[in-house]
Every structure is written in C-alpha cells, then in structure tokens.
C-alpha cells in the first residue's frame, strides 16, 4: 500500500506544471525569430507581385503618345499604390507564416516538447500573437491615414499625366448643404487650402423659406474668424423666400464663424465616398448631420464598422494558423494551409457580402460591419481550445 502511495506521488511529482502567461524570454524569443523571417519574405514577395502586377496594368498610361509624365512621376504614382496593396497582403502573409512557423516545429517534435512542458498551445504563440496584434494596429493606421490619401493622390497623377487640367477639374462645380440644412453652397472651383472661385451661398430660414444669398467671385476662410467674400453681390428676399430684393454690392463681406460655422475641411469631407474618409470623420457626420436620409446613414453606418473589423483580419489569421498547424504537426500540413486559406478567403466574401446588404439596409450596420469577424475569432478560439 505504501508502495503504491509513493508512485502515485512520483506520477504527480513528475507531470509538468500548467505554465501561465509569465514572460518566457528564451522561448519567446526563438518563436518571434522564427516567425519574423518567413513572415519578412513573405510580406516582400506579395509586394514585388502586386508592383509588378500595377505596372503591367497602368504603365502603358503613362506612356501614351500625349501623357506628360516624368520618370519621377510614374515611381511617385505606383509608390502611392502600396499602401493600398499591403493592407491587402498583411492577412495573408501573417496566416502563411505562421502555418510555416508552427509546421516547422511540429516536424521537429518542438510543439509537442513545448506542450510536455506544461505550456500551453495558446502560449506556445504568445509571441505570434503580440505580432499579430501589432499587425492590426499597423493595418487600422494604413486604413485610416495611408490608404485614402493615397488612392486619391494617385488617381489624381494618373489623369493629370494627360490632362494636366485634371488637378483642377477635379473639384469643380463641388455642391454642399449644411448639416442644418440652412445653407447651400456651390462651388464653381473649390480649393480646400485656398481661395474658393466663384462661389453662391444661398441662406435659408428655420421654415426653409430662402432668407438671402450671395455670389462671390472669391471666398477664403479666415481660421477662427469666418469667411471673406470678395467682389460680392448680396441679394435679399421676401419672408416668403420668393421675391428677391435689390442685390446690395461690396468689394469684401465678412460672415462670423458663428454664422456661417461650414469649414473647407468638413465640405470637403461631406462630398467624399464615405470609403475615402476616416472613421473619425464618419462618426462626426453621423453625430452632427441628425436629418440624414436613412439609405445614406446605412451606407456611413456600415462602411465605419467595417472599418472598425477589418484590420483584425490579421489577428483571426494568427487564430486560424496555430491551431490548423499544431493539429496537423505530423502530417498533412499542405491541406491545413489551403484550408485556412480557404477560411481567410470565405471571410473576406462574407465580409464583402454584409457590408453590401448593410448599405442597401437589409442588414442592421452594426452586424453587417461586425458579425462576420467576430464569428471567425469565435472560430479560431474554438479550434484553439479543441487543440
């Protein structure tokens, strides 16, 4: 009996301990080295496809027989298109490498050395993992400050190659009602650091009767000031909003900001696709514009919460990839890769599918932005813990 009491204990003496999620420099360390190199290799090669792939696709329009563009141009322009394209590839490149990694060690028996220790499959990644969320923040950044100044910088390059006016036909005749709805603009030639050119401002009452309007050659907005009007001809009308008065002339008019409060920036942003706007900046509409059609709500409402998901793409890959890789340690690992590929690709249609149904607003935005992410982060926890 004693005996047997005593194996009992050297049994229990001798299974590893549970290892928590305490810093495991060696460890951690040899994984993030580890991962970093394929995920590098990976991340370079994706781009030199995609840059390839551009430049057969849009250098013959910079090379057309009445295009203007210089050597320095055309690498400005496919520059411009990179941001665009990694976020794209940062998915995709942090699942493969981390399928490679993971497979890696389990041909070498690592993860099953690492586990007899007493660590866990979800620690083994910890390093994977931080990287992983580190990605996302990089790719929300590129999202929200990169990607939509880029792309527009970079179509504006590509027609102005031929048609050096492009540049400034490009915001011409700009229209804005206020978010009040108290005040139309319309631009003949906006600049949004500059002087505007010819320019009507057509002012209404709280009964959306027409109060007055004003046509100016130039208008400027003095910061904090308000706005200057030059060579302005001011038109009153009737408390019906029908019959104008006699327009009343002045070389310069000035209008407080507590008067006229539109700014450059926010008429600029109101005539944006809500695809080419941070997610700040829709919410602000969405806050401040409170008789929004609903059709145009459902479109902000759905692009900003698809915003807020897309980024954690790359941290569902990392979810995808340990689990498929340590499942398939021994064998198999071709087939656990085209499966979480297959998973990535099934997200980003279902993704692209419900952002759809919610700007059309059959789907509530929240879900449609959200739902699909948050059901393959489920997913991937899901197979964590069944490995």
């Known amino acids: 009996m004693a005996s047997s009491k005593n194996s009992s204990k050297d049994f229990k003496d001798n299974v590893p301990r549970r290892t928590g999620w ?16 394929p995920l590098s290799v ?24 009445d295009s203007t563009a210089t050597v320095q141009t055309m690498l400005r322009y496919f520059l411009l298109l990179m941001p ?76 102005t190659a031929t048609n050096p006016d492009f540049k400034y036909e490009y915001l011409n005749m700009l ?9 139309t603009w319309l631009f003949k030639c906006f600049d949004v650091d500059g002087v505007q050119k010819e320019v009507i ?47 009343q002339k002045f070389d310069v008019l000035k209008k407080s900001i507590e008067e006229i409060p539109d700014v450059p920036y ?29 059709n145009c709500k459902n479109v902000y409402s759905t692009v900003f919460y698809s915003r807020m998901a897309f980024p954690w793409a790359c941290f569902l890959a990392v979810f995808l990839g340990i689990p498929l890789a340590a499942r398939n340690e021994r064998g198999g690992i071709f087939k656990a890769i085209i499966l979480a590929v297959a998973v990535i690709i099934t997200y980003q249609l279902v993704s692209h599918i419900f952002v759809i149904l919610g700007k059309q607003g059959y789907l509530n935005s929240m879900l449609a932005g959200l739902a699909p992410t948050f059901a393959f982060i489920i997913y991937g926890w899901y197979n964590i813990r069944k490995a």
């Open 42 to 65: 990976l991340i370079m090669g994706f781009v030199l496809l995609f840059v390839i792939g551009d430049i057969f696709n849009d250098l013959k329009d910079f090379l057309e027989k």
């Open 175 to 183: 229209t804005y009602r206020s978010n009040d709805k108290q005040r």
């Open 84 to 159: 665009g394209n990694i976020r794209f590839i940062l998915p995709i490149s942090v699942l493969l490498a981390c399928m490679y990694t993971m497979a890696n060690f389990g041909r070498h028996a690592e993860v099953t050395a690492m586990r007899a220790s007493g660590i866990s499959l979800l620690r083994c990644g910890g390093s994977i993992y931080m990287v992983g969320l580190i990605i996302t923040g990089i790719n929300f950044w590129f999202n929200e400050r990169l990607v939509p100044d880029c792309e527009r910088e970079s179509v504006i390059l590509k027609k």
């Open 201 to 247: 401002l057509k002012k209404y009452r709280a009964d959306n009767t027409l109060d007055w309007d004003i046509q100016a050659k130039e208008a400027k907005f003095i910061p904090g000031k308000g706005w200057e009007f030059y060579n302005v001809a001011l038109t009153p009308y009737d408390k019906r909003g029908f019959m104008p008065g006699s327009p």
């Open 266 to 294: 926010e008429i600029m942003n109101a005539v944006k696709a809500p695809e080419d706007l941070p997610s700040w900046v829709i919410w602000g509409i969405l806050n401040k514009t409170k008789n929004m059609a609903q």
């Open 22 to 37: 305490g810093i495991l420099p060696t460890l951690d360390g040899y994984v993030l080295r580890e991962f970093m190199i």
